[in-house]
């Protein structure tokens, strides 16, 4: 668990700046990934202290949005990469940004956060949370929701900026990932895990503590920071210090448990789960919590799995992104990011049959 802690880790800055259009060349021609663009967004840092890349894209309509840590937002146009605005914020972003309405809003590691016109990119405001910002926003009924480096969510009118409520979890554990749980909305609820190793469900109009549920075993590292997923009438959700759980969402009762430990948030296909692992196993698992299929792929963990044209691409917290026949979970091709420095620690987006990805070593690549 060491090795995944440091992965996790963002070290340093430098002083070599490298061009915004050089990639590390794909080892072999590719079947089903062929690079439409990439783009270099590495920061300036000094030899030997590198600076890691843990952001996603945001792919919405034709546009890609994607932060940086050079403290640079940037839209480019999603067919062929052009950059269509950019504004320098100062600060790094580490976040995914999220749309509402005609805002692209997302944070900083200094922890202001910024909503710009996705179209423009003129700024219509900014405030200041007092902590990092590390994930995206998400915005229900108006209201917007970000889980902080502090395990403080707050609540802001998406629209405005304006602080609603905020509640803080007191956290006792010094060793964790410093990874955070995406809220999950659910009726007029929300649904998320904390660094203390419990799920939690808060009412969204007051922040409220509804009911708690301990998800984490053991005295270090029980983050719960899989964005929880609603899946046939439950909450999923889980920590990599334990087994991957079936809530029930109105009371917190645990009503499975699958011997899976989780790295990413799973996805629903065909009416089970698409499942990626710490250990680097990708599996499929039934409504009942029956694991029905089980492949594996690397020694490190699953970052993110998509379904992409007709199977499943999946990253990895090692250089390589698979792509897996759906049904056998079959490889049937693999892109390589170049360096065994490299990794994914993001989410894969999709959009127009187009994959982004944004890789450890701050390449943003747009596959076809």
Known sequence: MNKLLALFLIVGCSSLKKSVDSVEAPKKEQKHFTVAWAKNLDPNYSSGNLPIGVGSPLVYEDLVFMGSLDGVMRSYKLDSGRL?????????????????????????????????????????????????VESAPVVSGGRMFFHLRDHRLVALDAATGKVFWSYKRSVPFTTTLQRVSRPLPYKNRLIVGFADGYLVSLSMEEGVVVWEQRLGGGLKFVDVDVDPIYFDGKIVAGSASDFLKFVNPDNGVVLRTVALKVAHAPIKMNGNLVVGTVFGKVAIVDSTGKVIMKQSLVDEGISSIVKWKDGLAVATMSQKVFFLEPVSLKVKDEFNLGSDQSAVFGQLETSSGFLSLFSSRNRLYILR
Do not use: C, M
């Open 84 to 132: 269509l605005w950019e504004a320098d914020e100062k600060q790094a972003i580490n976040a995914q940004p999220a749309l509402f309405e005609d805002l692209v809003i997302y944070g900083s590691i200094e922890g202001r956060v910024f909503a710009r016109n996705y179209i423009t990119g003129e700024l219509e405001y900014s405030i200041d949370l007092g902590s990092p």
